[in-house]
């Protein structure tokens, strides 16, 4: 569907509840993939910071995930000769930004239902202001919210792999 006739499928409000068992899952795995990606990513900079989980949570607990990741990025650059280490997290902060799209409609957007003429759309109305007097309205296709999941997931794993690579380094 081409976005042209995407915007007039939400303008005419051709969408609808209840979402099906498809739509409620993607959502869901791609909630719970970047809870897992948000705890990881505290856990990085915490270590990077040199500081215990729970004195880290008070500092870094409700900083988002893009923040936490810039501040490991430049603490990881003024602890030394890291620099492989930084450009792969700095190359994955763009995808991070670009991924985290879908979840964010998702987790602070309103949920009007799919889209009838194609349920693969599910419909967010979003908090944010569109020309002068109208609010933003979106729809993100299932296949996108599978895709964020898969890259959540797997930049999780690098991060845990790095947090074991930097834990065994300390012991």
């Known amino acids: 569907m081409d976005s042209n006739q995407l915007n007039r499928e939400i303008e005419a409000g051709n969408f609808k509840l209840p979402l099906k068992t498809i739509h409620r899952e993607a959502m869901l795995d791609l909630v719970l993939a970047w809870g897992t990606l948000d705890g990881a990513l505290a856990m990085l900079l915490a270590t990077v910071m040199g500081l ?9 607990g409700k900083q988002s995930g893009s923040g936490k990741l810039a501040e490991a990025i430049r603490l990881i650059k003024e602890g030394g000769p890291a620099e492989e280490a930084v450009n792969f997290l700095k190359k994955h902060k763009k995808s991070y930004e670009r991924h985290s799209k879908s979840r964010n409609k998702i987790a602070h957007g309103h949920c009007a239902g799919y889209l009838t003429a194609d349920e693969n759309f599910v419909v967010f109305a979003i908090f944010e202001r569109v020309g002068n007097e109208n609010l933003a309205v979106d729809a993100v296709p299932v296949e996108e919210m599978k895709r964020a999941t898969k890259w959540g997931e797997a930049f999780t794993s690098f991060i845990v792999q790095m947090l074991d690579r930097l834990d065994s380094e300390e012991a």
Do not use: L
């Open 52 to 60: 215990p989980y729970h004195e880290a949570a008070d500092t870094i």
